[in-house]
């Protein structure tokens, strides 16, 4: 069972932009890493943004400069600003955190709270 909801998924054209709003969907403890990932059809979940317990982010290559990722001080709330959306960016997206404060935003068995995804279509 999903510990956390995404809003904000739905198709797009390329160039255009979208925002993701994450909340835990129960009670949970505060996480400190928290991060979204991106399944494209018929590949692996990947990180695309994650934001640590020291406030560190860091971006997947494919999306710096256009992925914004943010964390509501001292809230599970997680955004993400998409700008300049491309074709290959269309996939499921999740959130994810960790109650750890030492966590390693690379790995997701590092996460235990999950989304159940959005949809993030993008034509060209």
């Known amino acids: 069972q999903a510990q956390m909801q995404e809003i904000g998924g739905g198709s797009r054209q390329a160039g255009g932009s979208l925002s993701l709003t994450c909340t835990p969907s129960?009670?949970?403890?505060?996480?400190?890493?928290m991060a979204w990932f991106r399944q494209a059809p018929g590949k692996d979940r990947e990180v695309v943004a994650a934001i640590n317990s020291e406030r560190n982010i860091n971006y997947a290559d494919s999306v710096k400069g256009r992925f914004i990722i943010s964390k509501d001080v001292n809230q599970n709330t997680l955004h993400l600003q998409i700008n300049n959306l491309k074709p290959e960016g269309t996939g499921m997206y999740y959130c994810a955190g960790a109650a750890s404060y030492y966590c390693s935003t690379e790995d997701e068995r590092d996460f235990a709270y999950w989304g159940q995804g959005t949809q993030v279509p993008v034509s060209s």
């Open positions: 129960k009670a949970t403890y505060l996480l400190y890493c």
